[in-house]
């Protein structure tokens, strides 16, 4: 049963312009929602991660927007470059502790390209 | 600082063989998770080794197993190989179970 959903499957943005992706969780346990970011030929790099007690976070051009009453989060990245140009995961994670550990349920990912 | 390193990167086996993938986790890290990645998708969860011990395992059958040792090291040991297990192997190391994961670049499996 896949417990993150996210949106869009592929997303084409120009260069300078806004890149939104979205994802609803199942899980009310989660409490730790992480983006990737993965190149082709490398594992998924941590972009920026929040956790469900504020509502936005901003880290240069990324800011993560969450809804808890809706159980949604996404990821707006400004002023889109070329260089974004890669596969974005959003995840979710719940609260394990040392001795039953946790785990991260990925979206199924979304290719973006920023076109110059 | 060196990161998540895993070996080998590339590798073909047969159908009913056996695997071992290595990883190596980050300076300072002591937590080590499995994931496996196919062509297209998102990371799966396999399980997560804590302190020598499976902390927590994913929905995948027991001819997946692991190991970590003393030095926070780790291994995934695939037996009985099929075709669907062709996939991105990922380790991924964190300062507890519950810290921030850095993933490595993987192992790219092929079993043919």
């Known amino acids: 049963q896949q417990q993150v959903k996210q949106s869009p499957q592929s997303l084409i943005v120009q260069k300078g312009g806004i890149s939104i992706i979205n994802c609803a969780y199942e899980?009310?346990?989660?409490?730790?929602f992480p983006w990737y970011q993965q190149f082709p030929g490398k594992g998924p790099a941590l972009l920026i991660a929040i956790r469900p007690d504020v509502s936005e976070k901003k880290e240069g051009r990324f800011t993560i927007s969450f809804n808890k009453s809706a159980k949604q989060f996404s990821l707006h990245i400004m002023d889109s470059q070329p260089g974004d140009s890669a596969t974005y995961f959003c995840?979710?994670?719940?609260?394990?502790?040392?001795?039953?550990?946790?785990?991260?349920?990925f979206g199924e990912g979304t290719q973006l390209t920023v076109n110059p | 600082d060196a990161g998540v390193t895993q070996s080998p990167t590339h590798l073909i086996k047969t159908r009913g063989q056996q695997v071992t993938l290595r990883c190596s986790p980050k300076s300072g890290h002591d937590t080590v998770s499995w994931y496996q990645q196919a062509l297209g998708q998102g990371p799966q969860f396999i399980f997560q080794?804590?302190?020598?011990?499976?902390?927590q395992r994913g929905n995948f059958p027991d001819r997946f197993s692991g190991h970590q040792f003393p030095n926070y090291s780790s291994e995934l040991n695939v037996n009985a190989l099929l075709l669907g297990d062709s996939a991105l192997y990922l380790c991924?190391?964190?300062?507890?179970?519950?810290?921030?994961?850095?993933f490595g670049s993987g192992t790219r499996l092929t079993v043919v």
């Open positions: 991924a190391s964190s300062f507890g179970v519950r810290g921030g994961y850095t």
């Open positions: 080794y804590y302190e020598e011990e499976e902390r």
């Open positions: 995840a979710a994670s719940d609260h394990g502790g040392e001795t039953s550990g946790s785990r991260l349920t």
């Open positions: 899980n009310t346990a989660f409490d730790y």
